[in-house]
């Protein structure tokens, strides 16, 4: 979001003129590219990279970049190149043909989002920004200013990404242990959020995490829980 140059000025007429310079080094491209191989390498080691090379200078050195990167040092995975327009649309055909998606942070923003839905919507979603020194996990719908206060979001993508968090540190076991327990209350279906049945019939948030406690040490039925490894995000290259 942050190139430069980027405003917003006057041009005359009565008219003004925003911009923005979307602009990625080889190093930058190269280093997110590496921590998504070596995730795909843990999962089911295949890696969709989406860009615009199509009609976009920085999506032509993305394509190269990641494909130099994959020749060199991760041919083992597989590398599917997307347009990102193409991704968002497959996502929402077939999202099962994906395992990890590498793209810009505009179309991540945006794909983020997207697959939000795929699982129920943004209660569901958690996220991370994984960095070399510090590390954030939050939930992908941010602070929903909207309804603080009000007890009645979905805690799941809170919750959530506190498990990511454990794994990030390695405490597989806390992570496996509350997961578990979210995938329980899903299962049982006695307790549903707004977002999922309806703000005036749904449960309120505290009633959902308390649920969610109570089945601390259940197991799921029918649900999987990976133990993925935590995820360790190269420094840059230069």
Request: hydrophobic fraction near 40%; proline fraction near 3%.
């Amino acid at each position: 979001y942050f190139g430069t140059p980027r405003g917003i000025e006057d041009i005359g007429n009565g008219e003004r003129r925003g911009f923005d310079t979307q602009v990625y080094t080889s190093g930058e491209i190269r280093r997110v590219a590496r921590a998504a191989f070596e995730l795909a390498r843990k999962r089911r080691g295949l890696v969709h990279s989406a860009e615009k090379s199509n009609a976009m200078e920085s999506g032509v050195l993305w394509r190269e970049e990641v494909a130099k990167l994959h020749k060199e040092e991760f041919s083992d995975v597989k590398l599917e190149h997307i347009l990102a327009d193409n991704c968002a649309m497959q996502l929402v055909r077939t999202p099962k043909q994906f395992d990890v998606i590498v793209t810009t942070n505009m179309n991540g923003d945006i794909i983020s989002d997207l697959t939000s839905a795929l699982v129920g919507g943004l209660g569901f979603a958690p996220s991370a920004n994984i960095g070399n020194d510090v590390s954030i996990f939050e939930a992908v719908h941010g602070s929903a200013p909207k309804y603080a206060g009000k007890d009645v979001i979905n805690p799941i993508a809170v919750i959530q990404s506190a498990v990511m968090m454990l794994r990030h540190l390695g405490e597989f076991d806390a992570a496996a242990t509350i997961e578990h327990a979210i995938l329980v209350t899903l299962e049982d279906g006695k307790v549903r959020t707004g977002d999922v049945v309806g703000y005036d019939k749904g449960a309120s948030t505290s009633a959902f995490t308390d649920a969610i406690i109570a089945n601390f040490g259940r197991k799921p039925k029918d649900c999987q829980v990976r133990d993925y490894q935590p995820i360790v995000l190269p420094k840059v290259d230069s």
